[in-house]
């Protein structure tokens, strides 16, 4: 329909012609001068928007708070992780000791001991993995299983060579074993030979550092040194690619967790005493010391 727009003259005498005339009631010249105020107001212009929404609620979407929705171009999503864990035990001396040092005393398992432990790992059905299957499980791989555990060494002691790797090659058993690299040689510590020998039956070597100070403590140049050094060195001996990292005194941060990274560390462990799991990063896996003298029954509760 085409419309007329009106001048408000054109519309006042119009109206005035129209209340003068005898013909025309009172309801009529209401219904005019509708009739006439639209047609002056000119054609009402067309909403193209009014089918859409005022609101996420209003159109029947509204957003909850965990679901994944568009943010800044990215959709939103979490990784799946597992809710397992795995206890990553760690031994120092295997080894008696008579001294009353109590320190010293905590770190020395006596050979008995120790193969008690290990006969208790066996009987018991548990598998004692590498720690390329610890690494594999806490960046994503599948979970190992509910029995399943792993054993480290610190320090590189001569005992392990003659008192920790008979017993576990008694039981079928593997460990990883790290190692400060200005000690091998030096009386009470495992001979670079003796280490090319047990690189050769299978256990993962890894690195502590050259001299084992507490690397959060040192100055950042000289941290990173000590990763990148002992690296070379155990690489250099043994011929063989160094991928673990085991942080003196268990102590880091994420400075030199970034440095490991750098270095090409596939990971690195620290000493928080409890089990790992997906949780953690590959650049801090927890283990859990065993020590010194404990009982059995205190034992099968650090591998649960």
Not at 79 to 93: D, G, I, N, R
Not at 242 to 260: C, D, E, R, V, W
Request: aromatic share 10%; with cysteine.
């Amino acid at each position: 329909m085409r419309y007329c727009r009106l001048s408000h003259g054109t519309v006042g005498g119009f109206l005035k012609a129209l209340l003068g005339s005898k013909l025309i009631g009172w309801g009529l010249v209401a219904a005019a001068v509708f009739v006439i105020s639209q047609a002056a107001s000119g054609p009402k212009k067309e909403n193209k928007n009014t089918s859409a929404p005022t609101s996420q609620v209003e159109s029947g979407v509204e957003e909850s708070a965990d679901s994944e929705v568009s943010r800044g171009g990215a959709v939103q999503s979490e990784k799946s992780v597992s809710s397992e864990t795995v206890p990553v035990l760690t031994y120092h001396y295997i080894s008696s000791y008579s001294g009353n040092d109590k320190v010293m005393k905590s770190l020395h398992t006596s050979a008995t001991a120790f193969d008690g432990q290990m006969a208790y790992l066996k009987n018991n059905g548990y598998k004692v993995l590498s720690l390329d299957e610890v690494y594999k499980f806490i960046n994503g791989g599948s979970f190992p299983g509910k029995k399943s555990v792993a054993l480290t060494f610190n320090d590189g002691y001569s005992d392990f060579y003659k008192n920790a790797h008979p017993i576990l090659a008694k039981y079928g058993f593997t460990a990883g074993v790290f190692i400060i690299t200005n000690r091998p040689g030096e009386q009470g510590f495992v001979s670079w030979s003796q280490l090319k020998k047990i690189s050769q039956k299978g256990y993962t070597i890894g690195s502590q550092s050259v001299s084992n100070p507490n690397l959060t403590k040192v100055a950042s140049a000289r941290a990173k040194e000590e990763a990148k050094i002992s690296k070379a060195d155990l690489e250099g001996e043994l011929g063989i690619k160094i991928k673990y990292f085991a942080y003196p005194y268990g102590a880091h941060n994420s400075t030199l967790m970034s440095y490991l990274k750098s270095l090409g560390y596939w990971a690195g462990f620290t000493m928080d005493g409890i089990n790992s799991s997906q949780e953690n990063s590959i650049y801090a896996i927890p283990r859990k010391t065993v020590e010194g003298g404990i009982s059995l029954s205190n034992f099968t509760e650090l591998v649960k």
